[in-house]
C-alpha cells in the first residue's frame, strides 16, 4: 500500500481530499493511505512559532529549520521512501515524475508557505517539486497533485487499467477529443469517423488528433 505522509500548516485540507471521487475510494479500500502532521505541533515556545525573518534582509517569513526537521522526524519512514518539499524553485512535477515514484512505499511531502523554508532542510530531503512556472499561496495544492497523479498509478485504485494507457502523456502526447451522446447538439456534430465503426480508422484519426492538439496547446512535448 502506498503510504502519503504531508507536513503542513492545514491538515484539514489535505485530510478532506481523501473523502472524495477516485482517491476517496481508493482511502476507504486501503488502497492508498494519506496522514498529516500539523507543522503546528512542532513549534517553537509559547506560541508554538514555526517561522522567521530571513537572515540576510528581506520580505516576509521563512520556515525555521528546527520545527521541519523535527515534524519531518515524527514520521515512521518506509524502507522505499522518499522526502518532497513543495517550492516555486523546485523540479517541475509531471507525469514522469509521478511515474518514477510510483514503485515507492511512502512518499513524504512538506508543504512550503510563505517566503520558503531554511535551505537546510534540503540536506534531508530528496526533491523539491512545483507545479508550473506561477506562484501559489502555499503547497497544500501541489501535495494534492502529487498525491493524485501517483495514486492513480497504484494497481488497482483505477478499475479499468486500460484508462492508463491512453491517458495524456502516457504516450508523449496530449489525450485525442473526446466526444459522447448525443451525435449532434447546437449545430456541433461528432466526426463522422468516431460514429463509422471502423476501428483502424478511429485509431488512426485519435493519433492524428492527438499529435495536432499538442502541437497546438503544448508544442514544448513535440520539440
Avoid at 5 to 13: A, K, Q, S
Amino acid at each position: 500500500m502506498m503510504k502519503f505522509d504531508v507536513i503542513t500548516l492545514f491538515p484539514d485540507f489535505i485530510k478532506s481530499y481523501s473523502q472524495f471521487g477516485i482517491i476517496g475510494r481508493a482511502y476507504k479500500e486501503e488502497k492508498i493511505q494519506i496522514d498529516t502532521v500539523d507543522l503546528r505541533h512542532f513549534g517553537l515556545g509559547k506560541h508554538r512559532q514555526v517561522d522567521d525573518l530571513p537572515y540576510g534582509g528581506g520580505v516576509g517569513l521563512v520556515f525555521m529549520i528546527e520545527p521541519l526537521f523535527n515534524a519531518l522526524n515524527s514520521i515512521p519512514k518506509k524502507s522505499k521512501s522518499k522526502v518532497l518539499v513543495t517550492s516555486a524553485s523546485g523540479e517541475k512535477w509531471d507525469q514522469r515524475f509521478a511515474k518514477k515514484l510510483k514503485d515507492e512505499e511512502q512518499i513524504i511531502i512538506i508543504c512550503g508557505r510563505y517566503e520558503g523554508y531554511d535551505e537546510r532542510i534540503t540536506n534531508i530531503a530528496d526533491y523539491e517539486v512545483c507545479l508550473g512556472d506561477f506562484i501559489l499561496t502555499g503547497g497544500e495544492l501541489c501535495a494534492l497533485s502529487v498525491i493524485d497523479s501517483v495514486s492513480r498509478l497504484v494497481p488497482g485504485v483505477l478499475r479499468k487499467e486500460e484508462t492508463l494507457e491512453e491517458e495524456s502523456f502516457n504516450n508523449g502526447l496530449l489525450e485525442y477529443p473526446q466526444y459522447t451522446r448525443p451525435s449532434e447538439f447546437n449545430g456541433w456534430k461528432v466526426p463522422d469517423v468516431l460514429l463509422s465503426g471502423h476501428h483502424a480508422e478511429i485509431k488512426k484519426w485519435r493519433e492524428e488528433q492527438a499529435e495536432s492538439k499538442t502541437r497546438r496547446n503544448r508544442p514544448d512535448l513535440i520539440d
